[in-house]
């Protein structure tokens, strides 16, 4: 168990709609992390939160946003759903500052109809 | 731009022999490399890092070796057991503060009993 909460684990939708994946970091963690996986692809980075701001963007689409809240738990949300859009998504957490492990959830499977 | 690169999609060894998993990297201004491992239908769990200060670093049956020059880590598992059977990820990052992950494509790990 990595401490890291993922919710759902799994989610159907249709194109055109929007949904909201919820995380909550290991305990003293105040980075999040989101990871995007497609099929047969590597974790792509999309965005870091730190201690409730964003702190770096990776190949984020502008449909996809995302925030961290005071208790530190993280929403990403997805907007205007398409089909490429099916993918898993993982957060990950870390400690403070780089040269650490991040620590991942068990990601959300998103299935676009 | 594939910045971590894994070239071999598959790997497969007797139990009890060494299995050695590839990254190559094409930033050398990388200078922290994780390894992780993923079994189905949940996150990527940390195995073991290096810094780009150290060439080795060890971890019971898992060593990480870091040959800065060609740019290139590898994973030595020794003796592989058939639950090391997994999808292998490599990782790195940047001296920054962010502490974003750039991943390779994954090697698929089968250790045969």
């Known amino acids: 168990d990595s401490g890291v909460t993922q919710t759902p684990k799994h989610l159907i939708t249709a194109t055109g709609q929007r949904v909201t994946l919820r995380c909550s970091p290991r305990?003293?963690?105040?980075?999040v992390y989101w990871y995007q996986q497609s099929l047969d692809q590597g974790l792509q980075f999309l965005i870091q939160?730190?201690?409730?701001?964003?702190?770096a963007k990776g190949n984020i689409l502008e449909r996809f946003s995302a925030q961290q809240f005071p208790d530190l738990h993280s929403e990403l949300n997805l907007s205007s759903l398409e089909l490429g859009d099916s993918a898993l998504y993982f957060c990950?957490?870390?400690?403070?500052?780089?040269?650490?492990?991040?620590?991942f959830g068990d990601g959300t499977r998103l299935s676009i109809l | 731009d594939q910045q971590v690169k894994q070239n071999s999609p598959s790997l497969s060894v007797q139990e009890g022999r060494i299995s050695i998993l590839n990254c190559d990297y094409t930033?050398?201004?990388?200078?922290?490399f994780l390894w992780y491992k993923k079994y189905p239908a949940e996150g990527p769990t940390f195995l073991i890092s290096?810094?780009?200060?150290?060439d080795k670093n060890e971890d019971g049956r898992f060593t990480v070796f870091l040959n800065k020059s060609a740019k290139h880590l590898s994973l030595h598992i020794v003796p592989s057991q058939p639950g090391d059977s997994a999808v292998y990820f490599c990782?790195?990052?940047?001296?920054?503060?962010?502490?974003?992950?750039?991943f390779g494509q994954g090697t698929t790990l089968q250790v045969k009993p």
């Open positions: 939160y730190y201690n409730g701001e964003e702190r």
């Open positions: 990782a790195a990052s940047r001296g920054s503060n962010t502490g974003k992950l750039i």
């Open positions: 305990s003293g963690d105040l980075s």
């Open positions: 990950a957490s870390g400690p403070t500052g780089s040269n650490q492990p991040q620590h």
């Open positions: 290096i810094s780009s200060i150290k």
């Open positions: 930033n050398s201004m990388f200078d922290y």
